[in-house]
């Protein structure tokens, strides 16, 4: 019986998207036809470029913490 709930939530959540897929690919038509479409991308690459950035500093920063504790455990054994 669960595998079937399961199914059915599938099966309506496959037609949900299949029909905003269709709306999403006319609204990107609409926004290439009006130029929008490459605002739209470049905000998107700004973004992900400013993610990528801070996730790269985050790891430095936590390799560098890391390294420190574990200076300081070998000092104190």
């Known amino acids: 019986m669960r ?3 399961h199914f059915v939530s599938l ?3 496959l037609l949900t998207s299949s029909n905003m897929a269709f709306a ?3 609204m990107a ?3 290439r036809a ?3 479409i490459y605002v739209v ?3 998107i690459l700004i973004i992900l470029a400013g993610l990528i950035t801070y996730l790269f500093l985050l790891d ?3 390799k560098k913490l890391e390294t420190l ?5 070998e000092q104190t054994k």
């Open 11 to 13: 099966f309506v959540l």
């Open 41 to 43: 991308v470049g905000i």
């Open 34 to 36: 009006e130029g929008k």
């Open 3 to 5: 595998r079937i709930k």
């Open 60 to 62: 430095k920063k936590i």
């Open 24 to 26: 999403q690919v006319e």
């Open 69 to 73: 504790i574990n200076q300081r455990q």
């Open 29 to 31: 038509d609409t926004m």
